[in-house]
């Protein structure tokens, strides 16, 4: 690992641990806004600011695709919390949540969008314009977030590719309004959807639809 990276790492927070994410999925949601998230390997490291998020439950929440047991798409959401669920919608876009509540309890997190706060690459590839981070599709695909994802431990120990982190200290806490989700046909009225108040990066959110 870089030292330029480890060095970025260690100015960024204090990593959350596997009992941030045991906790009911609104109140993680919520927690998620403000908080930072790192993207890492060898030579180049994304870290982005969580700025949106949706809550979804499991039995109790008919918008959720564990509202009717585990299925191979979503037994993920079976298991311990603080795990990555990712998923492809429309064929194209990956989604990423992350898992919480108790194991067995199936919630987690969608995480809907983000804004990057640091970015070092030595990869010449890699320079140009800052990406968007609107909308959990880009969010994914600047993070380079995939199927292959799906069930990474955030919390594990040593750190893996995929980390979260507290906010750093001397962070302003952003102000968190809630709304209805974006784009269920069912529980259409929880207001579970959770962003920063005012962030240029949320989701334009009209009448229960997203313009991106």
Excluded: K
């Excluded at 999925?25 to 700025?51: C, F, H, K, N, T």
């Excluded at 969010?139 to 994802?149: K, N």
Aim: hydrophobic share 40%.
């Amino acid at each position: 690992m870089s030292l330029l990276i480890d060095d970025l790492a260690g100015d960024i927070g204090t990593r959350y641990g596997r009992d941030f994410f045991a906790r009911a999925p609104d109140d993680v949601a919520i927690d998620l806004i403000g908080s930072l998230m790192m993207v890492r390997d060898d030579d180049e490291a994304i870290v982005v600011q969580i700025v949106e998020s949706e809550a979804y439950g499991g039995d109790d929440d008919a918008a959720s695709h564990a509202f009717s047991g585990p299925t191979t798409r979503c037994r993920v959401m079976f298991g311990p919390p603080g795990h990555l669920y990712v998923y492809r919608i429309y064929g194209v876009h990956w989604c990423m949540n992350v898992v919480t509540g108790a194991e067995g309890s199936a919630s987690a997190v969608l995480l809907r969008a983000g804004s990057v706060r640091h970015r070092w690459s030595a990869r010449a590839s890699r320079g140009g314009a800052t990406p968007s981070l609107r909308g959990p599709g880009n969010l994914t695909r600047a993070l380079e977030i995939t199927g292959v994802d799906n069930g990474v431990d955030c919390c594990a120990v040593p750190v893996g590719r995929i980390s979260f982190f507290a906010d750093a200290q001397d962070e302003t806490p952003l102000e968190v309004s809630a709304s209805a989700r974006v784009g269920v046909s069912r529980n259409v009225d929880r207001p579970s959807r959770y962003f920063a108040a005012g962030h240029p990066d949320v989701s334009r959110f009209v009448a229960g639809r997203s313009r991106g």
